[in-house]
Structure formats: structure tokens, C-alpha cells
């Protein structure tokens, strides 16, 4: 049974903007510099107009490490023009969400960690993921 320090509750039209995270992750793994969580864990529930935009996210160094991470179902966010480079593992991990709109990022030099020697979106389980107009270097 996994215990967070912290409640976990409905939250609608969310907007978490204009962010410079550097350095992320030190001390821990399986994490995300800007991470959404869904409590439910319930595809159904939508965070609506939610978003993640223009946030600059540098050197997310741990194993497992994400530049940004939408976890256990978080769906219906607008994840756009956000710069993410250096990442432990992937740019952006959605996990199991759906709904989720994904567009106009750069990930620049990501994935040396568990996905090695990709630069990529990483989808798991079932979900409906927008994802367009991504540009990727290496």
C-alpha cells in the first residue's frame, strides 16, 4: 500500500507556466521535474483545460527521470512549448492517460538513462495521446 505525504483530490483548470527547473532528481528516481498525478488512477477523470507550457526544464538526472511526467491515469492536459533537455530517461512519460495534448516541445539531448539512445515520447497501457509538431535533437 503506497503512502504520499500528501492529499490527493479533484483539481480542474489548472496552469502551470513559465517555469526554469535545473537540476532535478539529485537524490531520488522515478520522478518527473514537472509531474501530474491522477489519485484515482481512473482514465474517466479528466483534469479539463488543464496545461504545462513554456517551462524551460534542464538536467533531470536520476534514473527514471522525466522531464515532465503525467502519472496513474493523468488526462486531459495540454502539454506545449515547453524546452526539456538533459532528461535521465525520457522528455515527457504519460502513464496510462488519455486525452492528453502534446505539442510544440523540444527535447534536446534526453534519454541516456533507462530508454538509452532515444528521444522520444513514451506511452504505456491504453490511452489517446495527441501528440504533433514535436521537434527532437540529439
Given at each position: 500500500n503506497?503512502?504520499?505525504p500528501f492529499a490527493v483530490g479533484?483539481?480542474?483548470?489548472?496552469t502551470v507556466e513559465f517555469n526554469r527547473l535545473r537540476y532535478v532528481g539529485l537524490r531520488?528516481?522515478?520522478?518527473?521535474?514537472?509531474?501530474?498525478?491522477s489519485g484515482s488512477g481512473n482514465h474517466s477523470v479528466l483534469s479539463m483545460q488543464s496545461v504545462l507550457?513554456?517551462?524551460?526544464?534542464?538536467?533531470?538526472?536520476?534514473e527514471l527521470s522525466y522531464g515532465v511526467y503525467l502519472d496513474n491515469c493523468?488526462?486531459?492536459?495540454?502539454?506545449?512549448?515547453n524546452l526539456i533537455m538533459r532528461t535521465g530517461s525520457v522528455s515527457i512519460l504519460v502513464?496510462?492517460?488519455?486525452?492528453?495534448?502534446?505539442?510544440?516541445?523540444?527535447?534536446v539531448l534526453s534519454s541516456s538513462g533507462y530508454h538509452?539512445?532515444?528521444?522520444r515520447i513514451a506511452k504505456t497501457a491504453n490511452l489517446s495521446c495527441g501528440c504533433e509538431n514535436n521537434s527532437f535533437t540529439q
Open positions: 503506497l503512502q504520499f479533484h483539481s480542474l483548470y489548472n531520488t528516481d522515478d520522478l518527473g521535474a514537472l509531474s501530474v498525478f507550457r513554456y517551462n524551460s526544464v534542464c538536467d533531470v538526472v536520476g493523468a488526462s486531459g492536459w495540454l502539454v506545449q512549448g502513464h496510462s492517460g488519455s486525452n492528453n495534448d502534446i505539442r510544440d516541445n523540444v527535447f538509452r539512445g532515444h528521444i
